[in-house]
């Protein structure tokens, strides 16, 4: 293209460009032209084949407006040499369009801070598609951040609906987010978008380090839709929380024999407030038994366990302990004889428990607690004993005395 040409628009999209021809571009932006609009969309471009391009957007002569590049097969370092690309020569595009890439950690940052350049003339630049941008505000209008940005988004307490969960799956989907911790705590979830999240998740599962959904009532067949996504062995979730859920023990067999078949990251499960059923005991300690399982927290307050349930368990801690760091089981009425049940996993050697929370359990004599915790090296490890709520009269005189001179805290 010559310096006399009156091109103002180039649209090359769907022209089956790649790496190759960019260097033909890179000249055409390095010449003194007109060009104000050029359209590379859906080309397999790839890095090497931006660098070219970045190449001419450097040069000084360049006077392009809008350049996009939506589904070019651009990664982190592409973007990475756009954004050093317009720094160095700021003056004059103002819309750049990157949907439909992969940016990895850093590319949306390094584009995302050319706006707070007061030198750049970027208005407009577009990562998203419609749905997924279009929440993108609806987010930043809540928590005052573009959520592209965020490694942690909590809605909770937000009424969603399908329309709003649509476009947060699609956002979920798409490789621009990076969220690691995803909280939609009591957002009155129904079935529908709790299946239209866990699809999005299984789309684009890498990411999700923690996901809390509690207190929205999906009973079991919204908990098997999670189920769906924990199968995945591309999913790498270490903290789930599912409280008050109004699961059974349906929903609970679904969750954990989904971990089962996929256990080695998760690290915290939250089944709190939701009645497990004795076959929802049984499953849960096949996971725990699981070699594979590293679960380090497990919440299992308000559930109704009975005597048979906390045996189950108990068994199944005493076959795989060492891991294990806290255990909640308040608001269960195991008793005394649930605690005894309890010791049998602190004597365990393997034992490395720091919290025990066992605050309002019907308890009323934790002798055996007390010599369990004298006999055994269980106190090194143990940080916090909770028995609040527990009518435990002259036995808590001898279990004070054992703590005093540890570093366990009785509550």
């Given amino acids: 293209m010559d310096s006399h040409s009156k091109v103002e628009k180039m649209k090359l999209n769907n022209c089956e460009l790649t790496e190759k021809s960019c260097s033909v571009l890179a000249t055409v932006l390095s010449s003194k032209t007109i060009l104000k609009e050029m359209n590379l969309n859906n080309s397999r471009l790839l890095d090497s084949g931006v660098k070219e391009i970045c190449e001419g957007l450097k040069n000084p002569v360049c006077e392009l407006k809008i350049l996009n ?13 756009l954004a050093s690309a317009l720094r160095s020569n700021p003056s004059h595009l103002i819309e750049l369009d990157l949907t439909g890439n992969d940016p990895g950690q850093s590319g949306v940052k390094q584009l995302n801070d050319l706006l707070q350049d007061p030198n750049c003339k970027l208005k407009t630049l577009r990562f998203l598609g419609p749905a997924a941008d279009e929440v993108c505000q609806y987010v930043k209008g809540i928590v005052g951040k573009n959520p592209l940005l965020l490694r942690e988004l909590n809605l909770s307490e937000h009424e969603l609906g399908d329309t709003r969960m649509n476009q947060i799956s699609a956002l979920l989907q798409d490789k621009h987010c990076k969220l690691n911790t995803l909280i939609l705590r009591r957002c009155s979830m129904t079935e529908k ?22 207190g929205n009532k999906r009973e079991n067949k919204g908990v098997k839709h999670v189920s769906e996504t924990l199968k995945d062995e591309r999913c790498k979730l270490e903290r789930l929380r599912l409280r008050y859920c109004y699961m059974t023990d349906e929903g609970c067999s679904a969750v954990t024999s989904a971990l089962k078949s996929n256990p080695s990251h998760l690290r915290e499960l939250n089944l709190s407030g939701n009645e497990l059923g004795d076959s929802g005991f049984e499953k849960l300690s096949d996971l725990l038994m699981n070699p594979q399982c590293r679960l380090e927290k497990l919440h299992l307050c308000e559930c109704s366990i009975t005597e048979k349930q906390c045996l189950i368990l108990t068994s199944a801690l005493c076959l795989n302990s060492s891991h294990l760091r806290e255990l909640d089981l308040s608001g269960n009425k195991i008793k005394n004889t649930g605690v005894n049940h309890l010791c049998d996993v602190l ?30 090296k269980a106190l090194q490890f143990l940080k916090e004993l909770d028995l609040r709520y527990n009518m435990i009269g002259d036995s808590k005189k001898q279990l004070s005395d054992v703590l005093r001179d540890s570093n366990c805290k009785l509550r």
């Fill in 193 to 214: 978008q709790c299946f239209i999240l866990t699809s999005a998740l299984k789309s684009n599962p890498s990411h999700l380090r923690e996901l809390d959904l509690s």
């Fill in 347 to 376: 004597k365990d050697s393997d034992c490395k428990l720091e919290r025990l929370s066992l605050y309002d359990c019907g308890i009323t004599d934790v002798s055996s607690l007390t010599q369990s915790l004298s006999e055994t």
């Fill in 69 to 81: 590049l939506s589904d070019c097969s651009i990664t982190e370092e592409g973007y990475k040499a």
